[in-house]
């Protein structure tokens, strides 16, 4: 029977190194599901992360389908999505290098079908009785001007016809099964997907044009997603029209609600082509819907619309594709790592077709999230997973807290969940606490948590973060001393916010965090153009607002010590910004440290700076709250060293 050391938090000998981090975990994506076959799309770390086609093996391991030389992502909307697909032994397919669409024919070389590198393609459609694609085109060929959005087919032979345009942004085209109607997604600025969209209708003459276009539902306020038609015919979306992402049945310009929940089945489409429901059967529908930020997998009768669960371990489902009497999904668990799954229905079977990380550190060491919620500002409520420390090895001294480290997801739209990430073993690993906030404005939790953050961010964002803290801190759960806040870019805005305007936490660690609210505008792509409008303040009463929650302008305020990392080429968060912050602590006689690198941008992406700024991170941590990691660590330099330690 093994003992545990006893030793304090923060100095404990980890399994999960910087090294291993830095390594990456294998990006999965985009199930799909080809008649009784599923295939999917990975990223290959050892190839600087080139996205592959993968096709699931009989009895063997998965093939990978693309060959060398391509790279399966489209850059539309920036973050991409609907890369591709696929029909039998064909591949369509958006590269990311030219931007041109190809078709690859069995194991035959891919063909172009285009060849204009200045139109980006995602969200393809497959139209096979008229020999053609349906796809969303991007269109970046008239110069200084924002792209033009539209809906295009893309004939086999490489010709292109537009079939809807007029609107700024278009999403989801999806064909009936007869081929007869074509329903899509549209929106215009200052909306985001996420506030607000109208689902469109339109006939498919023989010719394949669109006849007759029609409205069928949406507006400014309600959010359409995942249009989907049965095997018979029948159109079902989501609507958030009930504050809740809800399945509906369109029945002419009515939409009739498919077992009512306060649950979500539905995400913000920050990326094309995400689903999370299907249909197994003629009339059955498998889902997965979020409550409470945790997933569950469901099935109802569309004629009955009563959810009945589906037994399942996984807590996080962010994909689903159904086949005749399975599905596949993309889902993690606390204990698990993002997988692709094969899970039959009749049998509860779940088979793993691929994972994103091997090479797991003994159960004994994985710290497991527990949801909480807690009071905040304004009398609300709110949401977070919290990770103790946990190491199979250690134990901390009787009466010792633990440091926290305090961290939110970026977006800001988007949601924490609580699979298994490395990311946040490496801390809880080593002795600290973890709080992965879910602040108001997170998906998951419904319309009105989401929209709590209109015209409120670097407020309650902030409020909730710190709210978090003192909440453990008031458990006996984390030593309120020795708090520290890190994120990076939108996440990083929050820390700089928390450590500019409020003197809860001890240390905070930036990566390339926004700072400057206009300059964010000045730099911002045309999906997320008008986004600052809905988040913070609309034009023309925006400016006294930007200056009075942008932290590049309130570097007298910052009194904590802080470590920043930045990338030399980033155009989002210029060095600039972050040096000015650092000059602002030096001359004080705070601690700080910077970190630039060469040849990074906004978002770190080279195994080297990965490695370095987190092992510069915990050297931080360890001066600022008086410890001595285990671990032996190239040096950093703290300037004003001798102040603001816990020592």
């Excluded at 096979?128 to 539209?150: C, F, K, M, Q, T």
């Excluded at 497991?368 to 250690?394: L, V």
């Excluded at 008031?474 to 929050?494: F, K, P």
């Excluded at 910052?558 to 600039?576: E, W, Y």
Aim: with cysteine.
């Amino acid at each position: 029977m093994s003992t545990r050391s006893i030793a304090p938090y923060g100095t404990w000998k980890s399994p999960i190194s910087a090294e291993r981090l830095a390594a990456g975990s294998k990006p999965l994506t985009a199930p799909r599901v080809v008649g009784d076959e599923v295939v999917w799309l990975e990223g290959l770390v050892a190839e600087g992360g080139r996205v592959v086609v993968a096709r699931e093996g009989a009895g063997a391991a998965p093939q990978v389908v693309t060959p060398a030389g391509f790279n399966v992502r489209t850059r539309a909307h920036e973050y991409g999505g609907g890369a591709y697909a696929v029909d039998r032994d064909s591949v369509y397919f958006s590269n990311f290098a030219d931007n041109w669409v190809y078709v690859q024919r069995g194991a035959a070389a891919p063909e172009a079908l285009t060849r204009e590198s200045l139109q980006r393609h995602a969200d393809f459609e497959l139209d096979i009785s008229r020999r053609r694609l349906i796809a969303v085109r991007e269109d970046h060929s008239g110069g200084g001007h924002e792209p033009r959005n539209s809906l295009v087919a893309i004939r086999f032979d490489g010709a292109q016809t537009e079939l809807a345009a007029g609107f700024d942004f278009y999403m989801a085209p999806r064909l009936s099964p007869d081929g007869a109607q074509l329903a899509w997604f549209c929106w215009n600025h200052p909306l985001m997907p996420w506030n607000g969209t109208e689902l469109w209708l339109a006939d498919v003459a023989a010719d394949g044009s669109l006849q007759r276009p029609r409205k069928v539902a949406g507006s400014a306020s309600e959010s359409l997603c995942q249009p989907l038609w049965s095997p018979g015919g029948a159109l079902c979306v989501v609507s958030d029209r009930s504050g809740w992402w809800n399945l509906y049945r369109v029945e002419g310009e009515t939409l009739k609600p498919v077992g009512a929940m306060e649950a979500e089945f539905g995400q913000p489409q920050w990326v094309f082509a995400q689903a999370l429901y299907g249909f197994s059967g003629e009339h059955e529908i498998v889902a997965a819907c979020f409550e409470q930020g945790v997933s569950r997998l469901l099935r109802c009768d569309l004629r009955h619309a009563a959810w009945q669960t589906i037994p399942s371990a996984y807590t996080d489902i962010r994909e689903l594709r159904a086949g005749r009497g399975f599905v596949a999904v993309l889902a993690g668990s606390p204990t698990t790592p993002e997988q692709v799954l094969r899970i039959d229905l009749a049998s509860g079977h779940h088979r793993v077709l691929a994972q994103s990380a091997a090479d797991l550190p003994d159960a004994g060491t994985l710290s497991a999230p527990r949801s909480i919620h807690y009071p905040t500002s304004g009398g609300r409520t709110a949401h977070a997973f919290h990770f103790p420390p946990r190491n199979a090895s250690y134990q901390a001294p009787a009466g010792e807290l633990p440091p926290l480290i305090v961290t939110s997801h970026g977006g800001p739209t988007s949601m924490s969940t609580n699979s298994l990430r490395l990311a946040i073993q490496y801390w809880t690993s080593r002795g600290f606490a973890v709080l992965d906030v879910n602040y108001r404005g997170s998906s998951g939790y419904g319309r009105e948590y989401m929209d709590a953050l209109k015209g409120q961010w670097g407020i309650v964002d902030v409020d909730d973060c710190i709210a978090g803290a003192l909440h453990l801190a008031a458990q006996g759960l984390a030593d309120r001393e020795r708090m520290a806040i890190r994120g990076g870019s939108a996440s990083g805005y929050t820390t700089l916010c928390a450590l500019a305007f409020h003197d809860v936490f001890k240390a905070g660690a930036s990566y390339f965090g926004v700072s400057d609210l206009k300059g964010l505008d000045d730099d911002t792509h045309k999906f997320e153009s008008h986004y600052t409008a809905y988040l913070v303040a609309p034009p023309p009463d925006h400016e006294p607002v930007y200056a009075e929650r942008s932290p590049l302008l309130h570097t007298h305020r910052l009194s904590c010590p802080m470590i920043f990392f930045q990338g030399l080429d980033d155009k989002v968060v210029p060095p600039a910004q972050s040096e000015a912050m650092v000059k602002a602590l030096d001359s004080r006689g705070i601690p700080v440290t910077y970190l630039a690198f060469e040849g990074e941008g906004h978002g770190f992406r080279r195994m080297a700076t990965i490695r370095r700024t987190l092992e510069a991170e915990l050297l931080f941590y360890a001066h600022v709250f008086g410890f001595r990691q285990a671990d032996e660590l190239e040096p950093i330099e703290i300037r004003n060293a001798n102040r603001g330690s816990a020592a």
